[in-house]
């Protein structure tokens, strides 16, 4: 009777440490789709400020140049949410549906109804909201540097490998893939000179108070998160009046 009373201790002990691990887990797939628990804040928060001393400089663009709206968009390919964003990352799109019904992917649709037509222009910078994503944007502005085509080809593709944006050799394949000039990609990544252009994005960033990605910038007003498609709209329809 003792040996079978402990048994049932001994099971109740080990149910209690199950269920704290998958307590554990949970929070930690929580932290990494939110960018550290940012859902209020950095992750999908509403428009906040007004924004100022924005160049497009010498970051790609999509979209003509004359459009009458420029979204900036301030991103880092190993984010969760700027992927969700793009229409990619399964696992956070689902979480993004779950918090906010009806969400959308903001950018497949901007670019669709929107920067196709004239209207909108869309300029990427860089900030290192996740930390993994300095690599794929090396080869990203490389890769701009050849064609402008070739750079938003590559955003879309590091975006759908996001676990590998951390990884050279892998990014370059992801380039050689869109028939890249390899030589001249390899000569420019080891030249160095992309560092001061992320440093500029960074800090043109850290000047309009962006403290994470994805963050997006809609002439002048500040809209943090991959919010939904609706969110846009409506800030791009209001400008476009």
């Known amino acids: 009777m003792e040996q079978q009373n402990q048994k049932q201790i001994d099971i109740q ?20 789709l939110t960018n550290g628990f940012g859902l209020l804040g950095k992750s999908t928060g509403n428009v906040i400020s007004e924004s100022t001393s924005l160049q497009i400089g010498s970051s790609p663009v999509m979209g003509n140049s004359s459009a009458q709206v420029t979204i900036y968009e301030f991103s880092d390919f190993s984010c969760p949410y700027c992927a969700a964003a793009d229409g ?26 929107y920067v196709q037509t004239g209207k909108v222009k869309i300029v990427f ?4 909201g996740h930390g993994q994503g300095k690599v794929a944007q090396i080869v990203a502005l490389a890769l701009a540097d050849q064609n402008s085509s070739l750079f938003w080809k590559f955003h879309d593709l590091a975006f759908a490998n996001q676990a590998d944006t951390g990884d050279i050799v892998k990014m370059k394949a992801l380039a050689k893939l869109l ?17 001061q252009r992320l440093q500029d994005d960074i800090n043109m960033a850290k000047a309009n108070g962006i403290q994470g990605t994805p963050t997006f910038v809609i002439n ?22």
């Open 13 to 32: 002990q080990s149910n209690k440490v199950l269920i704290v691990s998958l307590i554990v887990i949970a929070v930690l797939v929580t932290a990494l």
């Open 88 to 113: 990619e990352n399964p696992l956070a799109m689902s979480y993004l549906k779950q918090s906010e019904p009806g969400w959308q992917a903001p950018l497949p649709n901007i670019v669709k109804d």
């Open 125 to 128: 910078k860089y900030f290192p």
């Open 179 to 195: 028939g890249a000039d390899m030589q001249t990609l390899e000569k420019r990544i080891s030249s160095g000179i992309y560092e």
């Open 220 to 241: 002048g007003q500040t809209l943090v998160g991959a919010r939904s498609y609706s969110k846009f709209k409506s800030i791009i329809d209001s400008e476009l009046k």
